[in-house]
C-alpha cells in the first residue's frame, strides 16, 4: 500500500467539504478518494488554536514538518 500526503488542492476541498455540507467523515472520505481515517487524522492533527480546521494552517505545518524531517546525514 503507497502513502502519499493530502494535496494543497485536497486539503482545501476538505476545508470547504467540511464548512460547507453537513457531510460524514466517511462521506467526505469517498468523495476525496481517501481512507476515513486519512480525513479523521487530518481534522484532528491540524486543527488550529481556535478549534476548527484551517486547510492554510494545515498545509504549513505539514511544510515545516517535510523540512525537519529532511535532516542532512553527516559522514565521518
Do not use: P
Not at 2 to 25: G, M
Request: charged share 30%.
Amino acid at each position: 500500500m503507497n502513502y502519499t500526503q493530502l494535496s494543497t488542492a485536497e486539503r482545501n476541498r476538505l476545508y470547504e467539504l467540511k464548512t460547507t455540507t453537513s457531510l460524514s467523515l466517511r462521506a467526505i472520505g469517498r468523495e476525496l478518494g481517501r481512507d476515513v481515517s486519512t480525513i479523521a487524522r487530518e481534522l484532528g492533527r491540524n486543527r488550529g488554536e481556535e478549534g476548527y480546521y484551517l486547510s492554510d494552517c494545515a498545509q504549513q505545518r505539514m511544510q515545516k514538518q517535510r523540512q525537519q524531517s529532511k535532516t542532512a546525514l553527516l559522514y565521518e
